[in-house]
T-cell receptor
Framework: DTGVSQNPRHKITKRGQNVTFRCDPISEHNRLYWYRQTLGQGPEFLTYFQNEAQLEKSRLLSDRFSAERPKGSFSTLEIQRTEQGDSAMYLC??????????FGEGSWLTVV | QQQVKQSPQSLIVQKGGISIINCAYENTAFDYFPWYQQFPGKGPALLIA?????SEKKEGRFTISFNKSAKQFSLHIMDSQPGDSATYFC???????????FGKGTRLSVIA
């Protein structure tokens, strides 16, 4: 399967802990996006990379959130000092510049 | 400020009927309008997309109608089937494949 791969698929963590999600984009896709989706809502943009450069960050991305894409391949999204409001599905997507954006299956985060 | 407004929130259609979902946008710089389909627990999957140089695009049972002057576009699902039951999201982006902005989604239920 050569789709967008996300790990872990589910994560339950205690409030205040740090969590990290990994995304492996479709091979050779140079753009990688992170979105957040809560129940009953559409995906909300968080940040995106073109190759290894982080080009845009949403105001939704607080200081507790950090994303990296070393070497322009896989990406990680870390959430520090998690809060209950961080509970959501974190979606990764990739594209070849101006072509179709493909989403992964998402990583569910539950903060208890 | 919601850039893409989607309606209705939910829709129930008889098998074989036509499902119609509408979206309106405000940003006249938008030049790419995709529709995504999402099943529970899965990431969004691209269904069909249109650019403003055409007023209609059809792919199988799915049709996008686009009205540039009204800043509206809609998804029509002909001969709706129970397997079409899912949440549908409209989205839009500006030139350069900037990050997609999503509507809040429409939950479609097709009943036999």
């Amino acid at each position: 399967d050569t789709g967008v791969s996300q790990n872990p698929r589910h994560k339950i963590t205690k409030r205040g802990q740090n969590v990290t999600f990994r995304c492996d984009p479709i091979s050779e896709h140079n753009r990688l996006y992170w979105y957040r989706q809560t129940l009953g809502q559409g995906p909300e943009f968080l940040t995106y990379f073109q190759n290894e450069a982080q080009l845009e960050k949403s105001r939704l991305l607080s200081d507790r959130f950090s994303a990296e894409r070393p070497k322009g391949s896989f990406s990680t999204l870390e959430i520090q000092r998690t809060e209950q409001g961080d509970s959501a599905m974190y979606l990764c997507a990739s594209s070849l510049l101006e072509n179709t954006i493909y989403f992964g299956e998402g990583s569910w985060l539950t903060v208890v | 400020q919601q850039q893409v407004k989607q309606s209705p929130q939910s829709l129930i259609v008889q098998k074989g009927g036509i499902s119609i979902i509408n979206c309106a946008y405000e940003n006249t710089a938008f030049d790419y309008f995709p529709w995504y389909q999402q099943f529970p627990g899965k990431g969004p999957a691209l269904l069909i997309a249109i650019r403003p140089d055409v007023s209609e695009k059809k792919e199988g049972r799915f049709t996008i109608s686009f009205n540039k002057s009204a800043k509206q576009f809609s998804l029509h699902i002909m001969d709706s089937q129970p397997g079409d039951s899912a949440t549908y999201f409209c989205a839009a982006s500006s030139p350069g494949n900037t990050p997609l902005v999503f509507g809040k989604g429409t939950r479609l239920s097709v009943i036999a």
